[in-house]
């Protein structure tokens, strides 16, 4: 069993950036973060393997999102620079302790965290 617990959700005005944080409470073979927008299914926004700490993202928020971690307390963060207001959505944080060899297919987390609300104005 993963417990969660996602922080750093807020408002922000387009072009500005805010950092998602993620603490697991143990390691984990690969983390993600998705989002969901009301009326729409979630959408992968990054993820990584955290042994070797690579990541990936999808085109929609390439260079503009970062994936970073702390291996001293399993959490997981989200860089997210540069927010357009296409960008407002729940923001969830995932993790899998077994092997899976995609990190962007929702179905392979089977933890998930509460969810936090990512705002951001025109």
């Known amino acids: 069993q993963v417990q969660l617990v996602e922080s750093g959700g807020g408002f922000v005005q387009a072009g500005g950036s805010l950092r998602l944080s993620c603490a697991a409470s143990r390691r984990t073979f690969i983390m993600g973060w998705f989002r969901q927008a009301p009326g729409k299914e979630r959408e992968f926004v990054g993820g990584m393997r955290w042994s070797s700490g690579s990541a990936g993202y999808p085109d929609s928020v390439k260079g503009r999102f970062t994936i970073s971690k702390d291996n001293t307390k399993f959490a997981m963060y989200l860089q997210m620079n540069r927010l357009e207001p296409e960008d407002t959505a729940v923001y969830y944080c995932?993790?899998?302790?077994?092997?899976?060899?995609?990190?962007?297919?929702?179905?392979?987390?089977?933890?998930w965290g509460q969810g936090t609300q990512v705002t951001v104005s025109s």
């Open positions: 995932a993790a899998e302790t077994e092997y899976r060899n995609s990190i962007s297919n929702a179905s392979a987390y089977r933890y």
